[in-house]
């Protein structure tokens, strides 16, 4: 419990500066968010859509784009980051709530869900990415999808040193964990930003 107060002090207090910049610099360097969803299409009916660490909503407008009968619960723990995200919504006309806290332990075991995005926010969970992949498939619907991009292996100590300075923990855990807990129904990994790190796209059915 103590690790996770911490972490969460340590993400807001990092966001309530970065969420003013967040939306202008992210484009840049976080690659593969239009992907992943593509990647989920026809894969199986989906209604209800959770996306853990939405930050700022950047993939609101894709998910309901693709997904156009679909609600989204966005949830964070950073106020900064979903007073951004609050902005996007009323655009959404009802599509999308919004819940600020921390994930797993804010959202109730009876919330279930056709899918479950997990958007360069794992990478951020340090030692909780296993329990949160966990808990991840405990509020999906049988049969639901977990679909995941995020940071995955550099070869560059600098970069994973600027990475963990931004709080982001890049070790193979989160690849790790997503196949203990989910069957891989695709899985890429993509050498990107100038050959410096690679992204994962995982998707992954609870069976
Ligand atoms: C790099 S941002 C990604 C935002 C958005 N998903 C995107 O693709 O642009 C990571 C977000 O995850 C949130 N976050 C990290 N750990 C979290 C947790 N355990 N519960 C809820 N939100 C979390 C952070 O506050 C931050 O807004």
Redesign the pocket.
């Known amino acids: 419990m103590r690790n ?1 107060e911490n ?2 002090t340590t ?2 207090r ?2 309530r500066v970065q ?1 003013k910049i ?1 939306d202008l610099t ?1 484009p840049f360097f ?1 690659s593969g ?1 239009r992907k992943i969803l593509e990647e989920t299409i026809g894969l199986t009916p989906i209604q209800k859509i959770l ?9 609101f407008h894709n998910t309901l784009k693709k997904y156009p009968e679909s609600k989204v619960l966005g ?4 106020e900064d ?1 979903l007073s951004k995200a609050l902005k996007k919504v009323k655009k959404f006309k009802n599509r999308v709530d919004l819940v600020q ?4 332990e ?1 959202l109730n075991d009876k919330n279930k869900f056709d899918m479950i ?5 794992l ?3 340090g030692l ?1 990415v296993d329990s ?1 992949i966990k808990a991840a498939q405990r509020r999906l619907e049988n049969g639901g999808l977990i679909a995941v ?1 995020d940071f995955c292996e550099t070869s560059f100590k600098t970069v994973k040193c600027w990475l963990g300075l931004n709080g ?1 923990t890049i070790d193979g855990t989160i690849e790790k964990s997503l196949s203990k807990y989910f069957a891989p129904v695709m899985v890429k990994k993509e050498i990107v930003f100038m050959g410096l790190w690679k992204h994962i796209r995982f998707v992954g059915r609870k069976v």
Do not use: H, K, Q, W
């Open positions: 996770n972490l969460s993400i807001r990092y966001y969420s967040y992210r976080l968010r996306e853990v660490g939405c930050g700022t909503g950047a993939n949830l964070d723990l950073s980051m806290g921390m994930f797993p804010c995005l997990f958007s360069y926010s990478s951020m969970m909780e949160a991009v982001v």
